[in-house]
């Protein structure tokens, strides 16, 4: 879900693409069996997830994102 939104994020500046994270985070964690809860209580689960599956694309959002890891990027959570 990550890979398709990385242009969008490059163009949209960093302040407006943490927002889209955020809802492409939400988003993901509701269709993974509605695990918002669990993000909440673990933030840095998006960055094990995304190391593990797909560590390319996490790289390429940190960049875009300008943050140390993808939890860092997290409001709301």
């Known amino acids: 879900m990550i890979a398709p939104e990385l ?3 490059r ?3 960093t302040a407006v ?3 889209s994270f955020n809802g492409t985070v939400h988003n993901w964690a509701a ?6 809860a ?7 689960v998006i960055d094990t997830v995304t ?4 560590p ?3 790289e390429r959002a940190i960049q875009i994102l300008e943050v140390p890891d993808l939890a860092s990027a997290l409001a709301g959570f």
Request: glycine share 10%.
């Open 17 to 19: 693409a943490k927002v």
């Open 31 to 36: 269709r993974s069996g509605g695990i918002n």
């Open 11 to 13: 163009t949209q500046g």
């Open 56 to 58: 390319e694309v996490r």
């Open 38 to 44: 669990a993000v909440t209580r673990n933030r840095a």
């Open 51 to 54: 190391s593990q599956h797909c």
């Open 7 to 9: 242009d969008n994020w």
